[in-house]
Each structure stands twice: as C-alpha cells, then as structure tokens.
C-alpha cells in the first residue's frame, strides 16, 4: 500500500509548550492549581499540567485517585477519602509517594496555592513512568499529583423535578475493581455515555445475582415504602465517603416520621423498583432524587422529602461539621 509523504514536524521544548498553551487557548479550562511529585511543585497555568506519556497511570490504567469537596474553604472529610485512597494504593499494589501526612500536607497546600474556595480536590497516585511495560519500570517512582478544581457540575433540575436513570446495558466491575477506586472507569463512561444517548440522566450497574450496584460515579440508595433507608452492601460497589457519613447522620431521621430504620443489605432490583424513594449519593452529586427508572416513576414520580432532607443533613455537616479542615491560604 503506498501510503502518502506527511513532512512531520520535529519539536522542542519551547514549540511544545507553545502547542501546549494553544490547545488550552481554543479549549480554556478552569483548573486553579495542581502539584506534581514529578514536576516538583505547583503550577496554576493549565498548559503546565502535564504527566509523562509513559507513566504507567496513562497507558495501562495503574493509578487511583480520589477526590475531596472543598467548601468555603475548608476541605470535607478528607480522613475518609484518605483511607479510601489508602486501600485502593494497596489493592493495586502500587507504592506510596509519600506518608499519609505528607500526602494531606501537599493535598492541603496545593488548595491553599490555587487560592478557590469551593470546588473539588482530586489526587492520584501513579505506577510511575520508564517504560511501556505493564509491572513497574525498574527503578520507578510512583507519582503523587493533585488538581484543584470548581468540581463537577450538575443541572438544577436534578435536584428540583429529579433524574430519570436506566439499567445499563454494560456489565458490573466485578467486586475487587468496583471497591478500588482505580482509573479504570471505562465501563462507568460507557454507563454514562448509554444514558445520554437515550435521552436519560445516568444508568445503574445491575450485579449478577440481580442486586443493586451503583451508578457511574455516585452510589444509589433507596427509602422503602415502610420508611427504612437502604442502601446496597459495599463489598461489590465502591464505599462511597458520602454513602457511609449519611447512613450515620441518617439515624437523626429515624422516629421523625421520615425514616424507620437504616439498613445495608443486598437489594434485589424488584424491590428497588417498589421503593417510597430513590437517590443517587456522591461527593459531587451530594443527594439527588430519581424519579423515573426504566421508563417507570419511582413511587409518584415526584421527588420526596426523603432526599430533601437527607441533602440538608449533609449540606449542614459540610459547611458546620466536625469533618472540616481549614485551609491555610
Ligand atoms: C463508582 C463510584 N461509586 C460511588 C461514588 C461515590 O463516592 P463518594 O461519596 O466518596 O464521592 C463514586 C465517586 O467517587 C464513584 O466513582
């Protein structure tokens, strides 16, 4: 096959980073500052936040990450998702960068360097660079990196009229991946692309023996008809920090007339569709009502007063909890 001559242009290190600053000129992002164990600091400009194509988090998936709510300038629950980030290094065998303290003292500063005071703080560990294999390159360092961020965003009308979600189409993470928050998240894009492109809010990872799983980036919890909250056991979905800090506050609700229980069980779907309430749980979701799952109203297809209130509980703990961290910006 004769394939035509392309003059490919050979480029330095200033020709880079001007391209590097052109692709952020026609795509403008808001990122206000990431660090990086490879770089040695932090940079505030986003052509700046780059990673070596070779390190193994890029072209093999080995690397985790988690992410933090930054609220009013103060950092949400970061301990939980430091334990949870702490056990997914572990599950995935990938050297830590730095202790835990280490680790929260960058995480930490790095927020108070990008100056935002609401938004999200992700963080990933890295297999690191060196070579294109799959085990680590010899002699390689893991990377740290963390990026401040306005956080994800998602339309009003979830939280005012409520989602519509489908079953997906795409098989479950079996249960080490879903409890290992890797970045690995190509059956959570396919769920959500799914959705989309049938006119839906999100979709709902369905496991083999017919229980509830999670949706794309957030857990799903439901409130029964008898009034117990129930949300699915977490040893084949990821333990969401939000999922696991309401189901304690939850207990406040309980004798109120608004919940009669608080339960962590196997759901079988039949019985999730027969719920009083349905609800989507995440840090940047926080509390979402589902009105309609399958093309079927979830109760009177309204949202309920299950999810108003559960939403207030956590917004209250996130602006006046003991879970808070200040900032030193
Ligand atoms: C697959 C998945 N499930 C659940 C969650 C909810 O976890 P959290 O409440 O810690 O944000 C997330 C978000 O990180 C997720 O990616």
């Not at 990933?124 to 994800?152: D, K, N, T």
């Not at 928050?181 to 959705?195: C, D, F, I, R, S």
């Amino acid at each position: 096959m004769a394939v035509s001559h392309l003059t490919l242009q050979r480029l330095g290190a200033s020709e880079v980073l001007a391209s590097l600053q052109a692709l952020r000129a026609r795509q403008p992002v808001k990122y206000a500052a990431f660090y990086s164990s490879q770089l040695g600091g932090v940079v505030t400009d986003p052509a700046l936040m780059v990673i070596p194509f070779d390190d193994h988090i890029v072209h093999r998936g080995h690397g985790i990450f988690d992410t933090a709510g930054l609220v009013n300038g103060r950092i949400y629950d970061l301990e939980a998702h430091l334990d949870r980030f702490l056990r997914s290094a572990e599950r995935s065998k990938l050297a830590l960068a730095g202790s835990r303290d280490e680790m929260r003292s960058i995480i930490v500063n790095t927020a108070a360097a990008s100056g935002l005071r609401d938004g999200a703080i992700r963080y990933w560990l890295s297999s690191g660079p060196g070579s294109l294999e799959l085990s680590p390159a010899a002699g390689a360092q893991p990377g740290f990196f963390v990026m401040i961020f306005g956080g994800l965003s998602y339309p009003e009308r979830w939280y005012t009229e409520g989602l519509r979600v489908m079953t997906t189409t795409y098989p479950i993470k079996p249960p080490l991946y879903a409890i290992t928050k890797a970045t690995n998240y190509l059956p959570n894009v396919l769920m959500q692309m799914e959705a989309k492109e049938h006119g839906l809010d999100n979709g709902v990872f369905i496991d083999d023996s017919g229980y509830v799983g999670e949706s794309s980036n957030m857990n799903v919890a439901f409130i029964t008809k008898d009034g117990f909250l129930r949300h699915p056991k977490f040893d084949h979905v990821l333990a969401g920090c939000t999922s696991l800090r309401l189901l304690e506050l939850a207990r406040s609700l309980v004798g109120n007339g608004l919940l009669t229980g608080v339960e962590v069980c196997d759901i079988p779907v039949a019985d999730a569709r027969a719920a009083r309430e349905m609800v989507l749980l995440g840090s940047s979701v926080k509390v979402a009502p589902v009105v309609e799952w399958d093309g079927q109203p979830i109760s009177d297809g309204k949202p309920g007063p299950g999810a108003r209130a559960l939403l207030q509980l956590l917004e209250d703990d996130m602006r006046t909890g003991d879970r808070l961290i200040d900032v030193p910006y």
